[in-house]
């Protein structure tokens, strides 16, 4: 059966899981990087860059980010995560953050206020632009998938917002030992043990600590 997935979601210890001030220059927003120094030395980041550099680190991080994509049959995104475009799209020259080969290779249902055409993208991505809000975009990803999982990729408000309606069925965090003092909070106002959710485990790696969060079946 299908889950609802986050994956591979860096977050500070004071509870951010993105900077300050997104803009093209900083798409993560201020310091927000600093959240994906677990991931950048891994072996599953290097072979995404392409650039034949480094082989990439196998160790646990490496591990944690392979569970990320394995099973994965498509992707919900906020807008926010697709790009920097604000309101209604001027034309359909932004093609997202990642070049003609995004990392999905997987059906994307982006959240968004403002209908566009599907986009389709090498590498077997193919961008699905839905306006009626999480839980279309939750049906359709889910029929997209089929009997794999479904991954929520961020923004962080997409996140909270899932985990609000309790659709969320494991939460993966690659807690970061960084104090960001500002961004965006994944947690603020939230009441996780209220929605159901619980600590199951946790996995020691490299750079980052990562914290599984289950939601009980009710």
């Not at 982006?110 to 961008?127: C, E, S």
């Not at 699905?128 to 998938?145: C, D, M, N, P, R």
């Not at 917002?161 to 003092?181: M, N, T, W």
């Not at 965006?184 to 959710?197: H, K, T």
Request: proline residues 6%; aromatic residues 10%.
């Amino acid at each position: 059966m299908s889950r609802l997935l986050v994956r591979s979601f860096g977050v500070s210890l004071d509870g951010f899981a993105a900077g300050p001030d997104q803009s093209l220059a900083h798409p993560l927003g201020v310091r927000g990087p600093e959240l994906m120094d677990w991931f950048v030395p891994t072996r599953v980041w290097q072979q995404m860059l392409k650039t034949g550099e480094t082989d990439g680190e196998t160790g646990i991080d490496n591990e944690m980010a392979e569970q990320g994509f394995a099973e994965m049959g498509a992707w919900i995104l906020g807008r926010n995560m697709f790009g920097p475009v604000r309101g209604p799209w001027p034309d359909d020259q932004w093609k997202g953050w990642w070049g003609d080969e995004p990392p999905y290779h997987v059906p994307v249902f982006v959240l968004t206020h403002h209908a566009r055409a599907p986009l389709t993208m090498q590498g077997g991505t193919t961008f699905h632009f839905v306006t009626g809000g999480i839980h279309e975009a939750l049906a359709q990803a889910k029929a997209a998938a089929g009997a794999r999982d479904v991954r929520v990729g961020g923004g962080v408000a997409t996140v909270r917002e899932y985990l609000k309606a309790r659709l969320i069925d494991e939460l993966h965090l690659a807690v970061r030992p960084v104090l960001l003092g500002q961004g965006e909070a994944l947690f603020a106002g939230l009441d996780l043990p209220a929605l159901g959710y619980r600590c199951e485990r946790q996995v020691a790696g490299e750079r980052a600590t990562h914290m599984f969060l289950r939601r009980d079946t009710p």
